[in-house]
């Protein structure tokens, strides 16, 4: 076996496992590391359609996971009260 046909198998794999993935976040990362390979693959044997696809796949990728990240983010910030401040909150209670 080549290193070509070993990463290649190893992609199949991967991509493979991703559709046994729990989660939207744990289904992105298994998406990026099997485009990695892809990537990988399509240097080594120069096919640039792997490579592009590989590309376009992994970007999207990384860019909804980012997205989500973010979103999660913001949604668990607690948000500022402007118009209380310390002392009146403290009041209150």
Known sequence: MTLADAIG??????FTASYLTRGQSALRRVQM?????????????????????N??????????????????????APSPRPDRGVAAEAEAA
């Open 9 to 14: 198998w190893t992609a199949t794999a991967v």
């Open 33 to 53: 590391s099997g485009a990695c390979l892809w990537l990988t693959y399509g240097l080594v044997t120069q096919a640039a359609p792997v490579i592009g696809s």
């Open 55 to 76: 590309v376009l796949v992994l970007g999207a990728a990384v860019w909804a996971e980012h997205r989500y990240r973010r979103e999660r983010r913001i949604s668990v």
